[in-house]
Nanobody, 124 residues
Framework: QVQLVESGGGLAQAGGSLRLSCAASGRTARTYAMGWFRQAPGKEREFVAAIGWIASITDYAESVKGRFTISRDNAKNTIYLQMNSLKPEDTAVYYC?????????????????WGQGTQVTVSS
């Protein structure tokens, strides 16, 4: 069992930055691939970024590539999402998720555990 707790959301202006954190607990948490997803009102939950348990493996949605950076600190069982050059369309609830098995990082159905989400609002 893995528990995930997100933090770091809030209000930012367009062009600004925020850093999200996701603290994972559970004996094998550091062996999971981790992802960030987001869901805006009235929209499907969509993939944002993912990182393998080997931190050199990362993947990003095209909409955030070059602006967002995912990283992990296995000693702290924590992953981060550094979000720069924020846009109003980045406004959403951001969810952290953990994936143990194989399969695409980009499909939410491949993830085994989810956090409760943290709100990010970007004003224009």
């Amino acid at each position: 069992q893995v528990q995930l707790v997100e933090s770091g959301g809030g209000l930012a202006q367009a062009g600004g930055s925020l850093r999200l954190s996701c603290a994972a607990s559970g004996r094998t948490a550091r062996t999971y691939a981790m992802g960030w997803f987001r869901q805006a009102p009235g929209k499907e939950r969509e993939f944002v970024a993912a990182i393998g348990w080997i931190a050199s493996i990362t993947d990003y949605a095209e909409s955030v590539k070059g602006r967002f950076t995912i990283s992990r600190d296995n000693a702290k069982n924590t992953i981060y999402l550094q979000m720069n050059s924020l846009k109003p369309e980045d406004t959403a609830v951001y969810y952290c998720a953990a994936k143990l098995g194989s399969g695409s990082y980009r499909l939410r159905y491949n993830y085994d555990y989810w956090g409760q989400g943290t709100q990010v609002t970007v004003s224009s």
